[in-house]
């Protein structure tokens, strides 16, 4: 057991190495000088998240339970009160704060109480990502009472059998398809158009059509999707799966900017005979200007004061080497290899294998 384990919440919250790095309470120095304007923050409690979901380093399932990793990179653990007296001190560029659920009994109340100490104290537009399995109806109203800005729902996968297979009955997990959808529905109509987001996972085995239509799915209801691309994390259950290939990400990256700002609808799309994207709805030279500004490329997001997109998790999703949401503004040499991934077609969906259990 580590000391680590003793310090749990509400006292205590994780903090991304990202955010730590922010705040000076790590050091180190993000490559190509990104910088984040989120201060990710997620709720920690002995033995880890109860649920199981077969990717992520923080899921009982993984067999610890004791990991400090999630979406791939160290979550420190630090006192609430550390935290906000570094928070309160000028000059680290943040512009929203966002606390994460676990599975835990006490999460719902001890996220709601922190987002209205958050709120209070810090001045920063908060965001809560839910957990569907632990919250009930009229829940969503306290959290956007508590102060909330936004709320988004992990939804991760793109299609209801691979949520079962790996996070939900056949993963012997506690989350269900069809209560995930359930509360982004309550969220669009609690927070609004805009101000609720669905986190999705590439990868994972979709196709990009099954991709793209999720994506329209969420922005039919009035939220945005945050895509992340599946990298295999330490200690979970796919630690051994491969990572979603750079060109399928890029063209569902490029679709889910067209969907979510309005360009283009999933309708307008055209597929391949498996399912690949050939065509994204657009006129060719206006969408040859999207991607010449790189603006699809980059990590998709909870928005800031002054930047589209303040939790921009510098290599979340890929190592710096081999960059999937790119943290900063794309230069010259980044589009150059944005488009010959985005013309590439013989790299297959990975075939994960099912996970242990
Ligand atoms: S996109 Fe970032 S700020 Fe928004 S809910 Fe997800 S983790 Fe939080």
């Not at 309470?25 to 998240?49: D, I, K, V, W």
């Not at 999207?290 to 990590?299: C, D, K």
Request: proline letters at 5%; charged letters at 25%.
């Amino acid at each position: 057991m580590t000391e680590d384990m003793n310090k749990t919440s509400p006292d205590y919250v994780r903090l991304s190495l990202a955010a730590a790095m922010t705040l000076g309470l790590r050091s180190g120095l993000f490559y190509r000088g990104a910088r984040l304007h989120c201060l990710n923050l997620l709720l920690t409690y002995e033995g880890g998240c109860r649920a199981r979901c077969a990717y992520c380093g923080l899921s009982a399932g993984n067999g610890s339970g004791e990991t400090e990793n999630f979406i791939r990179v160290e979550w420190p653990v630090f006192s609430v009160e550390e935290v906000l007296s570094r928070v309160r001190l000028s000059g680290h560029g943040l512009e929203r704060a966002c606390i994460s659920m676990v599975m835990h009994p006490q999460a719902l109340s001890h996220a709601t109480g922190l987002t209205r100490y958050l709120d209070r104290e810090l001045g920063l537009p908060v965001s809560i990502l839910v957990n569907p399995s632990t919250i009930r109806e009229g829940d969503l109203e306290a959290l956007r009472e508590a102060g909330a800005d936004m709320a988004t729902v992990a939804v991760d996968t793109a299609t209801e059998t691979l949520f079962d297979r790996y996070r939900g009955r056949k993963a012997g997990g506690p989350h269900r398809w069809d209560r995930y959808w359930r509360t982004l529905e309550e969220a669009a109509i609690v927070f609004g158009r805009d101000k609720f987001g669905c986190h999705l996972i590439a990868g994972l085995g979709e196709s990009e059509k099954e991709m793209v239509q999720t994506i329209q799915r969420v922005r039919s209801l009035g939220g945005r999707s945050h895509m992340f691309a599946f990298y295999p994390e330490p200690g979970s259950r796919l630690e051994e799966a491969a990572a979603c290939a750079p060109s399928r990400f890029r063209r569902m990256q490029l679709a889910r900017f067209l969907i979510d700002y309005g360009l283009a609808a999933s309708g307008d799309m055209e597929y391949d005979e498996q399912d690949r994207l050939v065509c994204f709805g657009m006129e060719a030279s206006a969408l040859d200007d999207l991607v010449e500004s790189g603006r699809p490329f980059m990590t998709s997001g909870c928005p800031g004061v002054m930047h589209e997109c303040a939790c921009n998790r510098p290599f979340g999703d890929g190592p710096p080497g081999d960059i999937r949401s790119y943290p900063f503004q794309l230069e010259a040499e980044d589009i150059h290899l944005v488009k010959k991934q985005l013309a590439i077609y013989s790299e297959q969906p990975a075939a994960l294998k099912e996970p242990g259990l």
